[in-house]
């Protein structure tokens, strides 16, 4: 009587072996089944409607052909605002190693598709290997508003600034001189070839400054006088400008170094002169300042005699002729014209642009037009003559600009003829 799992004999060469079987009843187990699990479904990403920042740059890093390769995708290397949900597709075939982006402050990948299905940042996802043509989706978000970077003040830096004669204000440097100068133009070596020059005793040039230290360059010459130099109405010298032959760009007078701030260099024409000299003239061609700042825009003035069809020339119709000069014009000249029609561009560089001539019991009315767009009419009659400032721009976009001055066919009633005049042009331009 053998018990299951007991060792048994097997009988050799034996027939008619028989076996007896005794079944018995095992109750079955009264424990629950095992709950399969329900898979939990992938959430579907509701695309964000924001695009993906200018900055970013996508990499594949891949083995191709034995190295490290680098795919930045696209060319030259950045993606420009690109939608939410573009793909990207491998351009070679290749075994990735990693890939990413590159994002700018306060942007971030949201998630992205793979051929695997949706990942979020930080999943595992499938490597292909081999493969080309490999695609990704990529959704972005931003995840925080960047802080604008401001705007770094320069600090206050000693600069040396050279101004040229006819440049009559800069920033913190103004000059201004009084009624009987002349401006001379075509001097070879004078700097920027110009000059102002006065022989009228009593006569003076004055400069207010923001800096620590001014020079005065001008000509000695045969004909030269002398000149009292103050700073800061205080006499610090007596110059003498006289020399056998001229000698353009000579160096007049330099101030000591001054206090840091607004000072004035004043110049006067004396009666003295050097007993060789034949002539009074003092002349103004450059001006040097140490400043503490720089400025950010200058006024160069434009005599009326300085005509041309060039950039920063005056281009005169025909009708156009030399006036009489008045008192207190601008290089002792001034160009006039009472033929209705007549007309003066003046194309230049700059933020802005002023015309400078006559008021009087004699002056007509002109249309002013910035770059074919008509701005003001200025009627310019005055019962009493006076030289003044006509017509100011304001401020303009920096760049090339065209001002036109038309002489119109009507006239103030109280006025008896239709003349205009110019004087100067001044143009405000950008350092
Ligand atoms: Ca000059
Ligand atoms: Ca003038």
Redesign the pocket.
């Known amino acids: 009587m053998l018990q299951p799992g007991a060792n048994w004999y097997i009988p050799i060469n034996t027939s008619s072996w028989n076996i007896t079987i005794y079944t018995k009843f095992v109750p079955t187990s009264t424990a629950p089944p095992t709950q399969i699990p329900t898979a939990t479904p992938v959430p579907t990403a509701t695309p964000t409607p924001t695009s993906m920042p200018h900055t970013s740059t996508l990499s594949f890093y891949g083995n191709a052909g034995g190295g490290i390769t680098n795919y930045v995708y696209g060319n030259p290397y950045k993606l420009y605002n690109v939608p939410n949900g573009t793909s990207y597709t491998l351009p070679t075939k290749a075994q990735l190693i990693s890939w990413g982006f590159v994002f700018q402050d306060g942007w971030d990948i949201d998630y992205y598709y793979t051929g695997s299905g949706p990942r979020q940042p930080g999943q595992a996802w499938y490597i292909p290997i081999n493969t080309s043509g490999w695609t990704i989706v990529i959704y972005t978000k931003q995840i925080s508003t960047p802080t604008p970077t401001p705007t770094p003040t320069p600090p206050p830096q000693i600069c040396e600034l050279e101004f040229n004669d006819n440049v009559i204000k800069a920033g913190s440097y103004n000059l201004k001189y009084s009624r009987n100068w002349n401006y001379v133009q075509d001097i070879p070596n004078a700097y920027k070839n110009d000059i102002a020059n006065t022989n009228v005793i009593g006569e003076s040039f004055a400069v207010t400054f923001v800096g620590t230290q001014i020079t005065w360059f001008g000509a000695t010459n045969s004909s030269c006088g002398a000149a009292k130099v103050y700073i800061d109405d205080v006499l610090i010298d007596i110059v003498d400008c006289y020399s056998p032959t001229r000698v353009d760009m000579v160096e007049l007078f330099k101030s000591d170094v001054l206090a840091s701030g607004s000072h004035t260099l004043k110049v006067v024409l004396t009666h003295l002169r050097n007993p060789s000299s034949t002539g009074h003239y003092i002349t103004v061609d450059k001006i040097d300042v140490v400043s503490i700042e720089t400025p950010a825009f200058y006024t160069i003035a434009l005599?009326?005699?300085i005509k041309g069809v060039a950039n920063e020339q005056l281009k005169f119709s025909a009708e156009w002729r030399p006036g009489a000069i008045g008192g207190g014009?601008?290089?002792n000249?001034?160009t006039i014209t009472n033929t209705p029609g007549s007309t003066l561009e003046v194309s230049f560089v700059g933020t802005g642009i002023k015309w400078y001539g006559a008021k009087g019991a004699n002056i007509g009315i002109a249309d002013v037009y910035i770059d074919d767009a008509f701005v003001e009419r200025i009627d310019a009659y005055a019962s009493n003559r006076i030289e003044t400032l006509l017509f100011d721009s304001n401020t303009l976009p920096d760049g090339p600009h065209t001002l036109r001055i038309e002489l119109l066919s009507i006239k103030n009633a109280a006025s008896s003829d239709y003349y205009i005049t110019v004087?100067?042009i001044e143009i405000t331009k950008v350092y």
């Open positions: 005599n009326d005699s014009v601008y290089g000249d001034c004087d100067k």
